[in-house]
């Protein structure tokens, strides 16, 4: 390994890019899939990792014809690699927001359940208050969108909370309830006062697993009463196909009032039904890395959404 001294007497400093590149294949133990990822070539990666190793004067990867595995010194400098690059990105997170608010891209993630019902209301909110703000919208389920966040992948998500995520601050907007959505004609159809406890035994269809929508029913039927383990019928990925077989007479399910009217105004195959107070409901939020350079900006942010969201059949929440 050649030494890790300029020809002057000084330590080599590695570059970012280098670091970069080190980092990915670090991640994915793969080049293809870690040059794809930076979006760099293979012989450019491969040459950049080479020219850190050259840099530090250690061996960071045991490269073998059919995979790629972190040296001991590779495992060590891997950890601090990723930390310097955080610290880098921090850096020019913080010259861009002390440069001007609400300019630049903002990457939203939010979640299926929402992004139909309230994107409408986001978009027109950024059009005319922040035009130079390049909205960027990521529709993931919840899990990706926390593992985008934390990764610096997204920089705010709008989604149902609580999250109970460390480093992550929610912001919340509003709480809104859930309506029960059956066939034309089901018994509980047209009531104001429905009691929970008439979930027990409905069919229930519900969201394929993963979305948070699912659980927070299953929650809501536990309180119920409903019993660990009953029957429930889940084979739909989205809103619209989950009401399409409510429709089709397989059964009742329940729907965030924000959904309401896109998912069910043109079905005359549909009835509908509230629940008696405390009525189940969900609060939706924003959530952000806590400490983000942008906190006062996406705080203002919240605040203007609030406002925006004080048309729809929901409770404004938050200062």
């Known amino acids: 390994m050649v030494s890790p001294v300029s020809p002057g007497g000084r330590p080599r400093q590695p570059s970012l890019a280098q670091l970069r590149a080190f980092a990915a294949v670090a991640e994915h133990l793969h080049f293809r899939e870690a040059a794809a990822e930076i979006g760099m070539s293979q012989p450019a990666l491969s040459g950049a990792v080479s020219a850190l190793e050259e840099a530090l004067g250690v061996q960071l990867l045991e490269r073998t014809t059919r995979k790629v595995l972190l040296s001991p010194a590779g495992e060590r400098v891997a950890a601090r690699a990723r930390t310097v690059l955080e610290a880098v990105g921090d850096l020019l997170e913080e010259a861009e927001a002390a440069r001007a608010p609400f300019t630049g891209a903002l990457r939203l993630g939010v979640i299926p359940t929402v992004a139909p019902y309230l994107l409408p209301a986001?978009?027109?909110?950024?059009?005319?208050?922040?035009?130079?703000?390049d909205l960027q919208v990521h529709e993931e389920q919840t899990a990706s969108l926390l593992e985008g966040l934390t990764a610096g992948r997204l920089d705010l998500l709008l989604l149902a909370v609580p999250l109970g995520v460390p480093n992550v601050t929610e912001l919340p907007l509003f709480d809104e309830d859930f309506v029960l959505v059956a066939p034309k004609?089901?018994?509980?159809?047209?009531?104001?006062?429905?009691?929970?406890?008439?979930?027990?035994?409905?069919?229930?269809?519900?969201?394929d697993?993963?979305?948070?929508?699912?659980?927070?029913?299953?929650?809501?039927?536990?309180?119920?009463?409903?019993?660990e383990g009953a029957p429930v019928t889940t084979s739909?990925?989205?809103?619209?196909?989950?009401?399409?077989?409510?429709?089709?007479?397989?059964?009742?399910?329940?729907?965030?009032?924000?959904?309401?009217?896109?998912?069910?105004?043109?079905?005359?195959?549909?009835?509908?039904?509230?629940?008696?107070?405390?009525?189940?409901?969900?609060?939706?939020?924003?959530?952000?890395?806590?400490?983000?350079?942008?906190?006062?900006?996406?705080?203002?942010?919240?605040?203007?959404?609030?406002g925006a969201m004080r048309l729809l059949p929901v409770r404004v929440v938050g200062g």
């Open 122 to 133: 986001v978009l027109r909110l950024t059009h005319g208050s922040y035009p130079d703000l």
């Open 185 to 207: 004609d089901h018994w509980l159809g047209g009531r104001a006062d429905i009691p929970r406890e008439a979930l027990k035994e409905l069919d229930l269809l519900l969201l």
């Open 209 to 227: 697993e993963g979305h948070c929508l699912r659980d927070q029913a299953l929650d809501i039927c536990r309180e119920a009463g409903r019993e």
């Open 236 to 306: 739909a990925a989205g809103l619209s196909t989950l009401v399409q077989l409510v429709a089709g007479g397989l059964g009742v399910t329940l729907l965030p009032r924000t959904a309401l009217r896109v998912e069910t105004a043109r079905n005359d195959l549909l009835t509908t039904g509230y629940f008696a107070d405390p009525q189940p409901s969900r609060t939706i939020a924003l959530a952000m890395r806590t400490g983000t350079a942008r906190a006062a900006e996406f705080e203002e942010f919240a605040g203007a959404l609030r």
